[in-house]
């Protein structure tokens, strides 16, 4: 089974070096000093205070790395329009595209029923590139949940976390979803395949949508803004609209939300990946994490009025930074 992993930065680097370690037919995209230093040294995955070193296979040439069984996206949810032409070698007519990247995914509309079937949408998939360069009949689901960074080139460290939730667009537990199921399994990770992945979706989704733009503007940490009373109450409110645009989708939460913000508080002084990118210099995923729900609530005509505010605050904090749009 011929795995490519595409965007092999922190969480792709986690997979990949999994997924080397167990011996799978495993290849990895990645660019500039990280791929250089995984071509020249390998890949060294730093977990639970062991650090190995992996010989990959690591390239920019998809051209290079041929048809794939899977191909698992793990960029940054910007960074994939732009390389979907790119990526064409990889795919053949049996390759499944694993999605793991934060948000709202282009695909969620395919196989959902009703009377939205097949809506696209613009914030995730601007001029429909993932929709038509991939297919959605190729996609795969995947909640990421482990949290890992690249702290130098060619060396990823794990933080917590090792379940990477899988799920077809209509709930099948199809072949495809089972054979990379078992594949990740055997590499020490955890991927049930689950009939309801858009719930899991969007219980993540709350928090990203919430903690991580609060955290950029504020730049306090999750267990600081998620027990102050004044940036609780607007995670809270962002929380209960995007609740109300889920529900009106079919989504049924598991949790409420303030076990949601317990639960962010209890992660404790953690710097949300948003916030990490604002002080990095790197593009912020704005459009993913809050674009898309006010999307969602124009398309199911909810009103959204602290997400607008919140999203307003920090688009023009990162154009302010030169880190979004022109
Ligand atoms: N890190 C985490 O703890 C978690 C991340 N996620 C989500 O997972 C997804 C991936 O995040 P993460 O792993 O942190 O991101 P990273 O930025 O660490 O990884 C993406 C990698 O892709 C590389 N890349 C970007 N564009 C290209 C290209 N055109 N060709 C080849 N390589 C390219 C990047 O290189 P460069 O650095 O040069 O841009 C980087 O090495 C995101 O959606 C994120 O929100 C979800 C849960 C936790
Ligand atoms: C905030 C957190 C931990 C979960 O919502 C996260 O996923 C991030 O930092 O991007």
Not at 118 to 123: D, H, I, N, V, W
């Amino acid at each position: 089974m011929k795995i490519c992993i595409f965007g092999a930065g922190a969480i792709g680097g986690y997979m990949g070096a999994k997924l080397a370690e167990a011996g799978a037919e495993v290849s990895l995209v990645a660019r500039g000093p990280h791929l250089k230093a995984m071509q020249e040294k390998g890949l060294t995955l730093i977990e639970e205070g062991e650090t190995k070193t992996f010989k990959v296979n690591a390239s920019d040439d998809a051209a290079a790395l041929g048809q794939q069984d899977y191909v698992i996206v793990t960029l940054k949810a910007h960074s994939v329009p732009p390389v979907v032409g790119r990526m064409q070698p990889l795919i053949g007519p049996d390759t499944t595209i694993v999605s793991g990247v934060n948000g709202v995914p282009w695909w969620y509309f395919h196989k959902i029923g009703g009377p939205l079937e097949g809506t696209r949408l613009a914030s995730v998939d601007p001029g429909d590139a993932q929709w038509d360069g991939f297919g959605p009949d190729r996609v795969l689901g995947c909640v990421v949940y482990p949290a890992a960074e690249v702290i130098e080139p060619g060396v990823v460290k794990h933080i917590e976390g090792n379940r990477f939730s899988l799920g077809e667009p209509d709930g099948s537990k199809s072949d495809r979803a089972v054979r990379l199921s078992e594949a990740l399994g055997k590499a020490g990770l955890k991927a049930p395949v689950r009939p309801r992945l858009r719930d899991e979706i969007w219980v993540k989704l709350w928090g990203n949508l919430s903690f991580n733009p609060i955290s950029a503007l504020t730049h306090a940490t999750l267990d600081v803004l998620c027990t102050d009373p004044g940036t609780r109450a607007v995670a809270r409110n962002m929380m209960l609209e995007a609740q109300e645009i889920a529900e009106k989708l079919g989504v049924k939460f598991p949790i409420d939300v303030d076990r949601r913000i317990d639960g962010g508080a209890a992660v404790g002084a953690h710097r949300t990946s948003m916030l990490q990118d604002l002080d990095a210099g790197r593009p912020m995923e704005i459009d993913a994490l809050l674009g898309s729900v006010q999307e969602l609530g124009r398309v199911t005509e909810t009103p959204t009025p602290t997400i607008d505010t919140v999203l307003a605050l920090v688009t023009l904090r990162a154009r302010v930074a030169g880190l979004y749009g022109a």
